[in-house]
């Protein structure tokens, strides 16, 4: 593994111990200095280095836990890494925004409709031959589990975040998360026969097939007409299913 120089870490001064603790971490994994999946030192040379009591690196250890910067993983060779949760984070505290009511289900379905199609636009933009086979991938999954009458609903899922992060944006990645939250919710609630979802779910897979062949042919408004069927249909299960 990867050796740091934990120098870099300097006795607090200020503010509630933990509070400085995790603060501090945070800045040095956002500058590179702590990298996605290396591990933390021990608690034991935290606590050295901070020149504080292990109860305080406990406690801001579990503050970063929370807010999705680390992962503690119990175990031998177990420990505090750093592994981003934060979009999964951030897509459950909407959710749970959702749920009491501060949000309408009709007006997460039209925002999704709007900012979906604005993230096509930057698709056609910007998408790559990597980006194409990742959602031809996602259709084929989708297809086997259609098939083998497994579900498909994380694919289908799964084909809008690719459909996001082939936009280059992060920023429309992070909202699109928080959306398909709130979709995914509904959606797991819903009853209707086995039948009547395999012709459903059919409709979405082939409709995705005929968007990516669209977009990779450029066709710019076939695209853009053929996402805004595929969410009209979506709006129009979640809301049956509301009901």
């Keep these: 593994m990867e050796s740091t120089d934990f120098t870099m870490i300097k006795p607090l001064n200020n503010k509630r111990t933990f509070e400085g603790v995790s603060d501090r971490l945070k800045e040095l994994i956002f500058d590179g200095t702590f990298k996605p999946g290396q591990s933390l030192p021990s608690e034991h040379a935290l606590a050295q280095s901070f020149q504080v009591g292990r109860q305080s690196i406990r406690e801001a250890l579990r503050v970063l836990e ?10 031998t060779g177990g420990g505090s890494v750093i592994e981003g949760t934060m979009l999964s984070k951030m897509a459950g505290m909407f959710l749970d925004t959702f749920k009491l009511h501060k949000v309408s289900l009709m007006d997460c379905m039209a925002a999704r409709k709007i900012i979906e199609v604005s993230i096509l636009d930057l698709v056609l933009e910007n998408f790559d031959e ?54 995914a919710e509904v959606r797991s609630k819903m009853t209707v026969t086995s039948k009547i979802i395999n012709k459903k779910v059919l409709r979405i897979i082939d409709n995705h097939e005929r968007l990516v062949e669209a977009i990779e042919a450029r066709q710019n408004q076939v695209a853009i007409e053929l996402l805004r069927d595929d969410l009209s249909f979506s709006e129009e299960l979640v809301l049956s299913s509301a009901k």
Excluded: M, Q, W
Excluded at 66 to 75: C, E, K, Q
């Design 130 to 183: 990597s980006d194409i086979e990742k959602l031809r991938e996602n259709i084929r999954c989708a297809r086997a589990h259609l098939s083998s009458g497994e579900s498909t609903f994380e694919d289908n899922i799964e084909f809008h975040r690719i459909l996001a992060r082939s936009s280059k944006n992060d920023t429309f990645c992070i909202v699109i998360e928080a959306l398909l939250a709130v979709y």
């Design 66 to 75: 929370i807010s999705g910067f680390i992962t503690v993983r119990p175990g």
